[in-house]
């Protein structure tokens, strides 16, 4: 089997029933009472959790072309990120459908009045132009732009741990861990671009990306 | 009725829902019969055959379906066994809730350490099926087993300078795992207002659901203040003092922009960062309004007029 067939019939199709499991499981516990006293607010918490992780895991796939050199991942990025997108979307439906039940003037006050709440949102609505623009027509017709556009998830990405740091009572440790991972993975795509702008245009020991492989 | 000790109870049996459910109702219909004979008393557990003691402002709310003893006993916010709320039921077996001392100290004519024995004999305890609503918007309602706060206070004759009541729950590490963690200034400490201490609704509780406090509901024994959020209910006290000056409780200490000493239920008053307007009671599925005092107004609003009730969340 080459490679691309490896990645193909095998890395993809098990990263993506791997990326089912938590939705699977969450979908199974909440239909056998396995959620708690409050499914409700067990799956907003697991979704956001999710969603948080998968941005986290899209958000490895440069820094693992870079350093180890694992150039193929990149064939599992688009996938990574529309889960990254799939679980923010679970949660925020939760919210308006379940959670608010569609509490139209609550929820406006929620995003309007609760920075944490605000932040959340534009966090969730930022993914949304990513989702959209991530199949190959939108890619080739965005050309350079969709780099610049795809930085997006940076922002989104800080944002959603601001949205968990600032939801926490009082235990802060998990979302500083997720503020940890996140600083760490932007600081490694700093540490090899330097280099490389002292050098311009060189015809340089790793091969230049191709626009739509940036971030 | 039988109450067991804690070293005879065990997670595994504990009573269906729908089995406990007939069994209350096989005990009212007894309770008719009974009547007169109110206290049972069984190794020091003494327990008074009341339900007329449901208490409530609200007569619609009055027969609000009790919350599933499985849903009050894994449902907990009890940080000295994890801030998860699913982790109390499951690290709670550490806590020794035999021996047990409480000790009164602070302006009173009687301080001393007492004995959880002891206290069980003094102070019949008798079934007061509460509400209670949490900071974070969730509530249950709950039959507790417990006495008034103020029998206790009276009979260690507090001096007239005393104007507050100081709780603190234990501190050990070894008993109390989340202790090793500073998520919060240990030991917790909660204080109330002399008069509200002495508020008939104001309760130790030592049981729910007809059995003695377990573990992570605040074994031995605990405050409940059904007008107030949950975090007011202070668990597994050590210590009672009382005081001058208004004591400083933990989660006021810990973020005094969210958690005041009063701690009332408004839903008037939002939380920074949620509403307190609605509820979600746990098993159901829409959000219910809240009521202001938790729907205890009638006997708690008196206390607190003239203060401005946005000073009282």
Redesign the interface.
């Known amino acids: 089997m080459t490679r691309s067939q490896f990645i193909r019939f095998v890395a993809e199709p098990a990263v993506f029933a791997a990326a089912l499991v938590p939705a699977g499981l969450i979908a199974w516990q909440g239909f056998h009472g396995g959620l708690?006293?409050?499914p409700?607010?067990e799956i907003q918490l697991r979704t956001g959790w999710w969603a948080l992780t998968f941005l986290m895991i899209t958000l490895c796939v440069t820094p693992l072309r870079r350093i180890p050199g694992w150039n193929d991942v990149i064939k599992l990025r688009r996938m990574l990120g529309l889960f990254a997108f799939f679980y923010a979307m679970l949660h925020f439906s939760n919210y308006i459908g379940?959670d608010?039940?569609f509490?139209w003037s609550?929820i406006t006050?929620?995003i309007l009045?609760?920075p944490?709440i605000t932040v959340g949102f534009v966090a969730v609505t930022l993914l949304v132009p990513l989702a959209a623009t991530s199949n190959g027509f939108m890619i080739r017709k965005l050309g350079r732009r969709w780099g610049a556009l795809h930085r997006l998830v940076y922002v989104s990405g800080a944002l959603g741990v601001l949205h968990f740091l600032?939801?926490v009572?009082?235990?802060t440790?998990e979302p500083i861990t997720f503020a940890f991972i996140l600083v760490g993975l932007l600081a490694l795509r700093l540490r090899r671009r330097a280099p490389k702008s002292a050098k311009p245009r060189t015809e340089g020991a790793t091969p230049r990306e191709p626009a739509t492989a940036s971030g | 009725m039988l109450i067991k000790r804690p070293d005879e109870f065990k997670v595994s049996e504990i009573t269906p829902e729908a089995v406990f459910l007939n069994r209350r109702e096989f005990m009212a219909a007894g309770g008719v019969a009974a009547a007169g004979l109110a206290v049972g008393r069984l190794d020091g557990w003494t327990v008074g055959h009341e339900p007329s003691n449901r208490l409530s402002a609200q007569p619609s709310q009055q027969d609000d379906p009790q919350?599933p003893f499985?849903?009050v006993t894994?449902?907990n916010n009890f940080?000295e066994f994890g801030?998860d709320?699913?982790e109390p039921a499951k690290n709670a077996g550490t806590l020794k809730p035999r021996p047990w001392t409480v000790k009164v100290e602070g302006m009173a004519a009687k301080p001393g350490d007492y004995n959880i024995e002891d206290i069980l004999k003094w102070f019949p305890a008798k079934e007061y099926v509460y509400r209670h609503r949490c900071v974070?918007a969730?509530s249950m309602v709950i039959p507790w087993y417990g006495f008034p706060l103020r029998d206790f206070i009276n009979r260690f004759e507090p001096s007239p300078k005393a104007k507050f009541v100081e709780f603190t729950t234990l501190m050990d590490p070894k008993q109390m795992p989340g202790q090793r963690?500073l998520?919060?200034d240990w030991p917790y400490v909660e204080g109330l207002r002399m008069d509200e201490a002495m508020n008939p609704l104001t309760l130790f509780a030592v049981g729910i659901y007809q059995k003695p406090l377990l573990n992570q509901n605040g074994a031995p024994i605990r405050l409940v203040i059904p007008w107030k959020y949950g975090f007011k209910g202070i668990k597994s006290i050590v210590k009672v003092r009382f005081v001058e000056t208004q004591p400083l409780n933990t989660w006021q200490l810990?973020?005094p922009s969210e958690y005041s000493f009063y701690a009332n239920v408004n839903p008037a008053v939002?939380h920074?960062?949620?509403?307190q307007?609605?509820e979600?009671r746990?098993?159901e599925?829409?959000?219910r309004p809240t009521l202001p005092f938790n729907g205890f107004g009638e006997q708690v609003a008196a206390m607190y007029k003239g203060m401005d009730p946005r000073t009282l969340y």
């Open positions: 708690g006293a409050e409700i607010r379940i608010q039940f509490a609550e006050k929620d009045k609760r944490w600032w939801l009572k009082k235990d440790r | 919350t499985q849903a894994t449902y940080y801030t709320k699913s974070e969730w963690d998520v919060l810990a973020a939002d920074p960062r949620w509403s307007a609605r979600r746990v098993g599925f829409l959000k």
